[in-house]
């Protein structure tokens, strides 16, 4: 299968709803589930850099970026719902899923409902199958620990969230989401300008569908048959993670303990954003897979 340019198209899914998507690259289908929840694809530079291996494609989850103003329902199933029908819109038999943050949660419980459709599973930057428990505080602390290193904007960041109940403008609404995105980089002098590139373009953060993902998840997760259905999983995994993630990344070691298959590449100078730190290892990663 081969894109060699890249196109934007519309996903419409079973209820009439048009989700964003583009396709690039060439070779194996390798299709993209975006963080959140709430948020929409910012890929950009992995779909550049694993062009040359993979037919890549990109998509903005229900309600999110480009796609269609929804409300919802914000649930798993239809979540895996919609990317089943992004795989059928690009006549997809089976493809290779990478999923990123809570793309990650996505990706995994799309392998969990269609393990035939899945060649492989790339989860990148995940939290695990464990409760949140296991590393939400641990979460919280490093990331007003990796703020701190950065004192000017630790100031703006109180000073946004103490105006946030009277309401902010959506470019103080830009701001403050850059600022907890710059948490996720070492490199601190560099760290505000990665994370203003995550928010260009700015289309704004579906609070619903982050409130109701987050809450699923909580009462899901770290169940026993969750755990019963990761064990018969009968599908290639890949965990590709960081040291430096704000998330600890031994919450992961749940999903690790629990797969059948799986193989963890873990890059020495990254974070939650390994393809920006580290891209040299996080295209090897890739292409391990493809």
């Not at 709803?17 to 396709?23: F, G, I, K, N, V």
């Not at 798993?76 to 793309?103: C, I, N, P, T």
């Not at 960081?242 to 749940?254: F, Q």
């Not at 999903?255 to 290892?281: F, K, N």
Request: a negative charge.
């Amino acid at each position: 299968m081969t894109w060699t340019r890249s196109e934007q198209e519309t996903v419409r899914t079973d209820d009439g709803t048009r989700l964003w998507a583009r396709r690039s690259g060439r070779g194996e289908p390798l299709v993209l589930c975006h963080g959140g929840p709430g948020l929409w694809d910012m890929f950009d530079d992995v779909a550049e850099l694993v062009g040359d291996l993979a037919s890549v494609v990109r998509w903005d989850q229900r309600g999110c970026g480009r796609s269609d103003p929804s409300d919802g329902p914000w649930t798993s199933e239809r979540a895996v719902a919609d990317l089943d029908a992004v795989r059928g819109h690009f006549g997809l038999d089976r493809m290779v899923l990478l999923g990123h943050s809570w793309g990650a949660q996505l990706a995994l419980n799309y392998a969990l409902a269609h393990p035939e459709r899945v060649s492989a599973l790339l989860y990148v930057s995940g939290t695990g199958i464990g409760p949140d428990t296991d590393w939400h505080d641990a979460f919280q602390r490093n990331f007003h620990a990796r703020l701190a290193e950065s004192p000017e904007l630790v100031a703006r960041w109180h000073e946004l969230g103490d105006r946030q109940a009277s309401g902010l403008s959506e470019a103080e609404e830009r701001e403050r989401a850059v600022l907890r995105w710059s948490a996720e980089f070492t490199e601190r002098e560099r760290a505000l300008d990665h994370a203003r590139r995550m928010a260009e373009p700015w289309f704004g953060v579906n609070s619903a569908s982050n409130q109701a993902f987050n809450a699923e998840r909580k009462r899901t997760w770290g169940t026993p048959a969750l755990y019963d259905r990761c064990r018969a999983l009968d599908v290639p995994v890949v965990i590709v993670d960081g040291p430096a993630d704000i998330r600890p990344r031994t919450a992961v070691d749940s999903l690790e303990r629990a797969l059948p298959s799986v193989r963890r590449v873990i890059l020495p100078e990254a974070g939650h954003l390994p393809w920006v730190e580290d891209p040299t290892g996080f295209r090897q990663a890739v292409a391990s897979v493809l």
